[in-house]
């Protein structure tokens, strides 16, 4: 079975500076794919970058960029230039390549503060 | 639109009361989901739904009956339920239902079980 693994519960960061919250998973599937969901005080969870595990180039969204490395099984995400709305809770998640019944799992996700 | 809306926000029941979550898309997306969150928790897979055919349960006790009335609307009805089952319940949606899409979500009812 797949696992998600973020083993920090809680992470700080200061306005305008960079921060990496970090992953890892374990999976027996060559491919599949990665993904940070960011849930807000606001409750909707909104999904902030994926990455397709055949695609050797990381993933980039705005100020939102991760490091995948596929041997080590790790898929970290770092949030540059960091501001007052990033705080929030981040999960992890992993899905199979199977369609609609592959099943996406998360990590325990990791509640981020942003200080101003 | 690309929104997925929930009914209602907020939830309480007592255990022998029905009740009925509402979830409504209209972004055309084929599959959606319900998942339970327990607070500080990660949201656990309880049902998907793939061109209006339940396609996952995950286990899920029957107490609580998922409905897929048409391609942009989705039911969760609840019956009997345990104070252990109050959570958030969010509703989900994606395009086609493929691994690699993203997956829009709703806020979510707070449901409280007394």
């Known amino acids: 079975a797949q696992t998600v693994t973020q083993s920090q519960p809680e992470m700080s960061v200061q306005e305008a500076e960079t921060v990496t919250l970090s992953c890892t998973y374990d999976t027996s599937e060559s491919d599949y794919y990665l993904f940070w969901y960011k849930q807000p005080p606001s409750r909707q969870m909104i999904l902030v970058i994926r990455?397709?595990?055949?695609?050797?180039q990381n993933a980039t969204e705005n100020r939102f960029s991760v490091n995948f490395q596929k041997a080590a099984k790790s898929f970290s995400l770092k949030i540059s230039d960091s501001q007052l709305g990033d705080a929030a809770m981040y999960f992890c998640a992993y899905r199979p390549p199977t369609g609609a019944n592959s099943k996406l799992t998360f990590g325990k996700g990791i509640t981020l503060s942003v200080r101003p | 639109d690309t929104e997925v809306t929930q009914t209602p926000k907020h939830l309480v029941m007592g255990m022998t009361n029905k009740k009925s979550l509402k979830c409504e898309q209209h972004m055309g997306h084929r599959a959606m989901y319900w998942y339970k969150q327990k607070a500080k928790k990660p949201p656990e897979l309880m049902f998907v739904y793939s061109y209006e055919k339940l396609s996952i349960n995950e286990s899920v006790p029957s107490r609580f009956s998922p409905e897929c009335p048409n391609s942009s609307l989705l039911n969760l009805h609840l019956h009997a339920l345990q104070p252990e089952d109050s959570a958030l319940y969010l509703c989900a949606s994606s395009q086609l239902g493929l691994p690699n899409e993203k997956l829009f979500f709703g806020s979510g009812t707070q449901l409280s079980v007394l």
């Open positions: 990455q397709e595990a055949y695609k050797q």
